[in-house]
């Protein structure tokens, strides 16, 4: 199973700034998918990233608000922009093993304020 | 489309007695996994077990084991001799198996685990 460290776990952020979120995996995978959970809510796909190319956002998700990177097969980032208080959420990351098991980090609890 | 219905917002349970966690699913896709996963309130998401649409034996790991009925589609959670640490949110998640594909999650189930 993938060991996976996400940072920072949370953090309270000005409304108008940005955050970026890491997440880095002990083994080289080929996707890495970030989701969004807001509170009480379950969880919903943000956008899956290839490395060497862009990521592919879901519906109602834009590049400009979720820039990611995806430099290499073992790491990620995801920057959540121009933040508002609907953007308060969970954030995770998660890495599959094709047709078996999908592992997520830790989570990165943000606060909008 | 792939959907994940957990009917059940909250269940309660004593501590050592069995409970089972219910989840229907709806996929046109022939091959495909079930997950599920235990979320307590530090937020972290912790993988429990997965089943595959072709494996013939509901999948065990320690004291949970899947209840899987594909003419059903549901993929209940059974969880035995429950411990107070099993109080938590829990998702029941599926995927396609072709190629790499989203996961597609149910509402969840809060879990109290009582003395």
């Known amino acids: 199973s993938a060991v996976i460290s996400q940072k920072p776990s949370r953090d309270i952020c000005q409304r108008g700034t940005s955050l970026t979120i890491q997440c880095q995996v002990d083994s080289q995978v080929t996707m890495m998918f970030w989701y969004r959970q807001q509170p009480g809510q379950s969880l919903t796909l943000i956008a899956t990233?290839?490395?060497?190319?862009?990521?592919?956002?879901e519906s109602g998700f834009v590049i400009d608000k979720f820039p990611i990177s995806r430099p290499n097969l073992t790491f990620s980032t995801l920057t959540v922009s121009n933040m508002s208080p609907e953007d308060s959420s969970i954030y995770l990351c998660s890495v599959e093993d094709l047709n078996t098991e999908a592992f997520f980090g830790q989570g990165t609890r943000l606060t909008v304020v | 489309a792939q959907k994940i219905t957990q009917t059940q917002p909250g269940m309660f349970v004593q501590e050592k007695e069995a409970v089972t966690l219910d989840c229907t699913y709806d996929?046109?896709?022939?091959?495909?996994?079930l997950f599920w996963y235990k979320q307590p309130s530090s937020g972290e998401m912790i993988f429990l077990i997965y089943?595959?649409?072709?494996?013939?034996q509901n999948a065990t790991e320690g004291r949970y084991s899947l209840n899987f009925q594909k003419a059903r589609k549901s993929a209940n959670l059974v969880i035995s001799a429950s411990q107070l640490g099993d109080s938590a949110m829990y998702f029941c998640a599926m995927r396609g198996n072709t190629g790499f594909q989203k996961l597609v999650f149910g509402t969840g189930t809060r879990l109290l685990v009582s003395p």
């Open positions: 990233a290839n490395q060497g190319s862009e990521a592919t956002y």
């Open positions: 996929t046109s896709d022939q091959s495909y996994g």
């Open positions: 089943q595959g649409s072709y494996d013939e």
